[in-house]
């Protein structure tokens, strides 16, 4: 994502890089329908527990929560739809390669709205064992501490 350009972020999975290794991502456009992008833009966006799967050369995005929009009526969207993302042929080509290697899913990272369209940050990802989770949270400890025990030598 480059500086210069209007970006405003709606929503983060903050437990997708807990619970997987990032090895690459992508941005990816939403097909969205009616009142969903008000949604959006309201901040109605819960990403935890989501996840996109290629089907028949497509990208679609399963279990994110987009509230029905406040000022709605009865033609509101469905909360958790499947949602198709917009990729170029050669990263959807690219995709179905990586995930189709065993223990690789596709994770939402972010979904942010860049000049007024609503795009996700795609990962593609490993799952983390149980032993990995707590060397990063030993690591992220210890580098706590370094930190701290700088801060507190140099106020003297």
């Known amino acids: 994502m480059a500086a210069n350009e209007d970006i405003k972020v709606i929503a983060r999975n903050k437990k997708a890089r807990h619970d997987f290794f990032i090895e690459e991502t992508y941005e990816a456009g939403l097909v969205l329908k009616g009142t969903e992008i008000k949604s959006i833009r309201e901040g109605k966006v819960n990403l935890k527990d989501s996840f996109a799967v290629v089907e028949n050369d497509e990208v679609f995005l399963y279990n994110v929560h987009i509230s029905p929009y406040s000022h709605g009526n009865r033609q509101n969207h469905e909360p958790e739809r499947k949602r198709k993302l917009l990729l170029n042929r050669s990263e959807i080509r690219r995709l179905i390669g990586k995930t189709t290697i065993k223990g690789y899913t596709l994770v939402p990272l972010s979904l942010y709205l860049k000049r007024n369209l609503a795009k996700v940050e795609l990962a593609v ?14 690591r992220k400890t210890a580098q706590r501490e370094i930190e701290r025990a700088l801060k507190e030598k140099q106020q003297y």
């Open 125 to 138: 990802a490993r799952g983390k064992n149980i032993h990995d989770k707590r060397r990063d949270i030993a």
